[in-house]
């Protein structure tokens, strides 16, 4: 049994269509994961996962329970980390963490070992008031709070948004550390270095899904040879290319510009014309395409 599926979901908040016809299944204890910018519609899809509002059509279900007419049985099975930092604030670590395990009918001493890698980590603050923590930190203690009850599928909203770079590493470690517990976990994000670290991803804009895949595979997809151009102007390279009509693309990546060439088109050739035009200095080496390439190439078919 997949431990959540998803048939042509849809939903609409009037005139605005936020998900369209969404469809996906996530096998049992597998990390997966939506990948998409703000906007595209994660948030609404896990809403309906988490059985915390009903799609204007199509139908979820998560281990086989339909999410609107088995939302009591279900919320005893699934953990949820909404985007915001929803704990009470005005609570202390300790307080937050019994509080949820009380409404569940547990006791942190009776999961501890679940979370324990995790809440270990934010231990010695626990008589902090939640709101006086680090943002790491108040991750550390949402995931704990959706844990405490041992949920079977772990939903998280965007849940390394605006952390530092360490707190992020550290999140994605504990999360491997959870699939290792034989936890599904569907999660989104809108970096795409975090996609590396999941099973398999679906790439969302829009409301729409533009693919399903492992990381590698999603990579292997692109359709053309990549390049990376680059010149210690990068602003002046970037209007250059965009000026040139023949180019049927270019991205600013890092340092480089990302550009695919038109049929027939040699690498040396586009140096001597970006040299005609008066840029001289311009480097130009092949890639791997990165799921950000992906991601733009799929997004510009649906244009």
């Not at 849940?159 to 999140?171: I, L």
């Amino acid at each position: 049994m997949a431990a959540a599926e998803a048939y042509n979901i849809t939903h609409r908040y009037g005139k605005v269509t936020a998900l369209d016809d969404v469809s996906f299944t996530v096998g049992d204890g597998e990390l997966f994961g939506f990948i998409g910018p703000d906007g595209a519609g994660k948030t609404t899809l896990f809403r309906i996962a988490a059985t915390l509002i009903i799609p204007s059509g199509g139908r979820m279900t998560l281990l086989g329970l339909n999410t609107v007419s088995k939302y009591r049985e279900l919320r005893n099975l699934i953990g949820y980390m909404p985007g915001r930092f929803s704990l009470y604030q005005d609570l202390t670590v300790e307080e937050n963490l019994n509080f949820f395990a009380t409404i569940f009918g547990t006791t942190i001493k009776e999961n501890y070992n679940l979370i324990e890698p995790i809440y270990r980590q934010i231990e010695p603050y626990k008589k902090r008031l939640a709101g006086q923590l680090s943002g790491g930190m108040k991750q550390k203690l949402a995931l704990s709070c959706s844990l405490i009850h041992r949920p079977k599928i772990l939903i998280l909203d965007e849940p390394t948004t605006g952390v530092d770079a360490v707190s992020r590493t550290e999140f994605w470690e504990m999360l491997s550390g959870l699939k290792s517990e034989g936890i599904t976990i569907i999660v989104s994000t809108p970096y795409m270095d975090e996609a590396l670290r999941c099973d398999r991803i679906a790439l969302i804009q829009s409301g729409r899904i533009l693919g399903i895949n492992t990381p590698d595979n999603i990579r292997n997809s692109y359709s053309q040879k990549l390049y990376a151009v680059t010149h210690p102007d990068k602003y002046k390279l970037l209007l250059a290319l965009r000026s040139m009509h023949s180019i049927p693309g270019s991205e600013p990546f890092g340092d480089s510009v990302h550009v695919t060439l038109p049929a027939g088109m040699k690498p040396e050739e586009l140096i001597t014309a970006l040299a005609a035009s008066g840029l001289t200095g311009v480097t130009i080496a092949e890639i791997v395409p990165g799921i950000e390439d992906v991601f733009l190439e799929l997004m510009k078919k649906e244009q």
